[in-house]
Structures are given as structure tokens and as C-alpha cells.
């Protein structure tokens, strides 16, 4: 066991490490983190100074709700708490700029968080901790504003439960009251009343300190004889719930009951370019047709790798899933998707269709990614590669019906998933 892997233990056990320590063991792995100090907040807001004071005093104020509030957390909730406190403002030094606010200049670091699980999705990868810690906090960083941001906006059911989906509600409130804390602003507690309001309604819709919030709404339909409808039942309650189309399970008996006895599913791969989705498409999907881009520019332009013509490309792709979705054809968009814009295009036209949409994410270390696109027929250069990565959004719970992340055979998944079927739409799932 190396000093890196024993030191991400003790934050289980006690350990309250301060920012200079948590810099000093991580910096190599987030070298964001090393711009912290010279990355500046706005005054009014963040009266305390620049994001390496604020994350410190966050860090603090974590360990006293430790102590005095959260005392009941486990060793791994804390491990989970303490990486997301440390890492949940990453992407502000590439993204703090100043902004005019009704006439007075202002700091701003606008899409932060979701830069920060993009930036964080595949780096988290090279630590010595489990795929569920990893997923955590990813999640927990990716959705640190909202609490606040549904109080504010008034926000119904659809709203927490789809939060619900993405992030442990109680574990977003514990990291929101540490950044909240950590803060020096005149509005604080403004905030903190914001942040118990959301904890309240929280409660109220019966989403706190729920593991899998879907499965008590799916409980109140298990009607059908035959598996296959029960599964689609199961993901168009959860996903129309979410969405705000139905406000009680029982409805999506009537809403889906047609396209339950006949429906086909989509599957839509999302991963870098090495990342081994047509492999494994090949070992897990049987009579599926697949639509891959790369094929298709072969055949109009002699190339795989060439990207002229991409309209044609496009409209014949989506003329070929158009045609397998309306003839009830189980299918395969087979591209690399790391738009969300782009994913949400094929996820629409499933749902339009009646499919049940399943979003297959390849989560894999930057080495595994780079060495597996060396092993390819048709291999893409290094800084294709790179270029991929940076412009990687990782995807939400909610795009499609089903979640599957496919990952690296770490000591925390030695289970082989045979069948995509067999995988629910649930938070964090492997």
C-alpha cells in the first residue's frame, strides 16, 4: 500500500487533512488545484478571498459537522464528503472571469460545476478509491448549486426527484452547509435558511437519505405478467415522474400501456474513441442493428476517418434509426456522443418512438483509453485522443431511461454484466 492509498483511507478514519495537505498528495492527479491561490471570488460573495482560502475554510467547517451535526455518517460518506469539499470548485480557475451586474463589475465562474465532473470524470480514475466513491463525487460536485436554486425557483416533486436521480440529497446538503459556512458574505444566513428549506421539502417528498429513490415509486406498479413490459413500465415511471409529465406512478399504467407490449430498445454508446464500444456491442448486443458514423463515412466517403460530407452522413444515420424505430427493431447509435446536444438529438427521437433508451458510458483511465485506440484496425492520432477529452460532457441520469457505465475491472467490479437488460435506471449503478 503506497502513501497515497493510505492516506485516502484515513479520511475514513478520522483524518481532517487542511488544503496545503490535500494539495500536497493531490496536486499531481488535479493540477487545477494548484491555481486555487491565484484564482480570485467576487468580494461580495466571497469576502474570505481566493478559492484556495475559501476551500480551506471549507475543509474546517466539514470537520466540525462531522463532530457536532453528521456524526452519523459512515467512514465512506466521509471520504466521499471530504474529496467533494476539497474538489467541488476545480473548474474555477478556468472559468472566473469578470462580469458587469447591473452596472458594478463583478466575479463570475459560470458552468462550473459541470466543468468540474468533466474535468474530474476521468482524472478521478488514476486514485486508489472505488467506482462508487468516484460516481459520488462527481455527482456531488457537478450539483453543488442547486439546493438553492430549486428553493429559489419554487421548485416541484419533478424537480428534487430528478436531483434525486443524479445525487444523495442528504449528502449535498452536508457539503452545501460546509461551502456555505466556509463563506464570509452578509447574506449567509439568507443562504443557510435557503439551504434547510430545500432539506425540508426534501423530507416531504420523501427523497432524503434515500439509497435508490426509484425504487419506491416502481413498487406501486409492478402489474405486468411479462418481464420485458414490467422493465419498461418500470423506466418510463421513474423518467416521466422526473420529467414532470405524470405527478403519480399509477398514471404511466395508462400512458405507456400501449408501447409497452411492443416497443424496441435503444442503445446509445458514449465513450472516447478507444474506449471499446464496438467490442462491446459485439459481446452483449444480439440482433441489434447497428448505426455507426464511422461506417457510414466509409461508404460515402471511401474513408472512415474522412469528415466530409457530415450532413449526408448525419441524415442517412438518422434516416436508417428512424426506419429500424418504427419497425419496433431493437438498435445502436454507435458513435463517440460526448455532447450532450448531440446525445439528446438520438435520446428524442427514441422516446419519440416509444423506445426504451439506454445510455452505455465508457468510463475509463486516459492510459486504458490511449492504448486500446493503439490496438484499433483504424487507430486516430494522440491529440484526436486529447482533443476528446477535453470536449467530453459526462452525462446526466436523466437523458435516458437507463444509465450503464462501463468501466475498468477494478477490485470493486469483478461481476460480469452480461446484458444490458438487466440494468435499471438507478443513481450511480455499474
Given at each position: 500500500?503506497?502513501?497515497?492509498?493510505?492516506?485516502?483511507?484515513?479520511?475514513?478514519?478520522?483524518?481532517?487533512?487542511?488544503?496545503?495537505?490535500?494539495?500536497?498528495?493531490?496536486?499531481?492527479?488535479?493540477?487545477?488545484?494548484?491555481?486555487?491561490?491565484?484564482?480570485?471570488?467576487?468580494?461580495?460573495?466571497?469576502?474570505?478571498?481566493?478559492?484556495?482560502?475559501?476551500?480551506?475554510?471549507?475543509?474546517?467547517?466539514?470537520?466540525?459537522?462531522?463532530?457536532?451535526?453528521?456524526?452519523?455518517?459512515?467512514?465512506?460518506?466521509?471520504?466521499?464528503?471530504?474529496?467533494?469539499?476539497?474538489?467541488?470548485?476545480?473548474?474555477?480557475?478556468?472559468?472566473?472571469?469578470?462580469?458587469?451586474?447591473?452596472?458594478?463589475?463583478?466575479?463570475?465562474?459560470?458552468?462550473?460545476?459541470?466543468?468540474?465532473?468533466?474535468?474530474?470524470?476521468?482524472?478521478?480514475?488514476?486514485?486508489?478509491?472505488?467506482?462508487?466513491?468516484?460516481?459520488?463525487?462527481?455527482?456531488?460536485?457537478?450539483?453543488?448549486?442547486?439546493?438553492?436554486?430549486?428553493?429559489?425557483?419554487?421548485?416541484?416533486?419533478?424537480?428534487?426527484?430528478?436531483?434525486?436521480?443524479?445525487?444523495?440529497?442528504?449528502?449535498?446538503?452536508?457539503?452545501?452547509?460546509?461551502?456555505?459556512?466556509?463563506?464570509?458574505?452578509?447574506?449567509?444566513?439568507?443562504?443557510?435558511?435557503?439551504?434547510?428549506?430545500?432539506?425540508?421539502?426534501?423530507?416531504?417528498?420523501?427523497?432524503?437519505?434515500?439509497?435508490?429513490?426509484?425504487?419506491?415509486?416502481?413498487?406501486?406498479?409492478?402489474?405486468?405478467?411479462?418481464?420485458?413490459?414490467?422493465?419498461?413500465?418500470?423506466?418510463?415511471v421513474v423518467s416521466e415522474l422526473a420529467s414532470g409529465k405524470i405527478t403519480m406512478p399509477e398514471e404511466a399504467m395508462r400512458t405507456t400501456y400501449e408501447n409497452a407490449q411492443d416497443f424496441s430498445h435503444l442503445y446509445l454508446m458514449c465513450g472516447i474513441s478507444g474506449s471499446g464500444k464496438s467490442t462491446w456491442i459485439a459481446q452483449n448486443l444480439n440482433n441489434v442493428d447497428v448505426i455507426s458514423l464511422d461506417d457510414i463515412r466509409?461508404?460515402?466517403?471511401?474513408?472512415?476517418?474522412?469528415?466530409?460530407?457530415?450532413?449526408?452522413?448525419?441524415?442517412?444515420?438518422?434516416?436508417?434509426?428512424?426506419?429500424?424505430?418504427?419497425?419496433?427493431?431493437?438498435?445502436?447509435?454507435?458513435?463517440?456522443?460526448?455532447?450532450?446536444?448531440?446525445?439528446?438529438?438520438?435520446?428524442?427521437?427514441?422516446?419519440?418512438?416509444?423506445?426504451?433508451?439506454?445510455?452505455?458510458?465508457?468510463?475509463?483511465?486516459e492510459s486504458t483509453l490511449r492504448a486500446g485506440n493503439l490496438q484499433r484496425i483504424h487507430a486516430i492520432p494522440s491529440e484526436v485522443i486529447s482533443r476528446q477529452i477535453e470536449q467530453w460532457q459526462w452525462p446526466s441520469m436523466s437523458e435516458a431511461h437507463r444509465i450503464?457505465?462501463?468501466?475498468?475491472?477494478?477490485?470493486?467490479?469483478?461481476?460480469?454484466?452480461?446484458?444490458?437488460?438487466?440494468?435499471?435506471?438507478?443513481?450511480?449503478?455499474?
Open positions: 500500500m503506497n502513501k497515497l492509498e493510505s492516506w485516502l483511507i484515513s479520511l475514513r478514519q478520522g483524518a481532517t487533512p487542511n488544503f496545503d495537505e490535500c494539495l500536497a498528495y493531490l496536486g499531481d492527479y488535479f493540477p487545477l488545484l494548484r491555481q486555487f491561490e491565484f484564482t480570485e471570488q467576487d468580494l461580495v460573495w466571497h469576502g474570505e478571498g481566493n478559492v484556495a482560502v475559501h476551500t480551506d475554510r471549507v475543509l474546517t467547517v466539514l470537520y466540525q459537522l462531522f463532530a457536532l451535526e453528521a456524526n452519523g455518517l459512515t467512514g465512506e460518506q466521509k471520504q466521499i464528503l471530504i474529496l467533494s469539499a476539497l474538489l467541488h470548485d476545480i473548474a474555477k480557475p478556468i472559468t472566473t472571469k469578470r462580469k458587469p451586474i447591473q452596472g458594478v463589475e463583478r466575479v463570475v465562474a459560470p458552468k462550473h460545476e459541470a466543468l468540474g465532473v468533466d474535468y474530474l470524470a476521468i482524472k478521478l480514475l488514476e486514485l486508489p478509491i472505488s467506482h462508487k466513491v468516484i460516481m459520488n463525487v462527481m455527482a456531488l460536485v457537478g450539483h453543488h448549486q442547486k439546493p438553492k436554486l430549486l428553493v429559489i425557483k419554487k421548485s416541484d416533486f419533478s424537480d428534487y426527484l430528478s436531483l434525486a436521480l443524479e445525487v444523495d440529497l442528504a449528502m449535498l446538503y452536508w457539503l452545501e452547509r460546509a461551502d456555505f459556512q466556509g463563506r464570509v458574505c452578509e447574506d449567509l444566513q439568507q443562504q443557510l435558511e435557503y439551504l434547510e428549506l430545500f432539506k425540508m421539502f426534501a423530507k416531504e417528498y420523501q427523497l432524503w437519505n434515500v439509497n435508490d429513490p426509484r425504487a419506491e415509486l416502481i413498487k406501486k406498479v409492478q402489474v405486468k405478467q411479462q418481464a420485458d413490459e414490467q422493465l419498461y413500465l418500470n423506466n418510463y466509409e461508404e460515402i466517403n471511401g474513408q472512415r476517418g474522412c469528415q466530409k460530407n457530415l450532413d449526408q452522413v448525419l441524415q442517412l444515420a438518422k434516416l436508417r434509426l428512424k426506419q429500424a424505430l418504427a419497425n419496433k427493431q431493437d438498435v445502436v447509435w454507435d458513435a463517440t456522443n460526448l455532447r450532450f446536444d448531440h446525445r439528446k438529438i438520438i435520446c428524442d427521437y427514441g422516446r419519440d418512438y416509444g423506445a426504451l433508451v439506454t445510455l452505455v458510458v465508457f468510463h475509463l483511465k450503464l457505465v462501463v468501466g475498468e475491472m477494478r477490485a470493486d467490479n469483478k461481476r460480469k454484466i452480461n446484458s444490458v437488460r438487466q440494468i435499471l435506471f438507478s443513481r450511480g449503478s455499474f
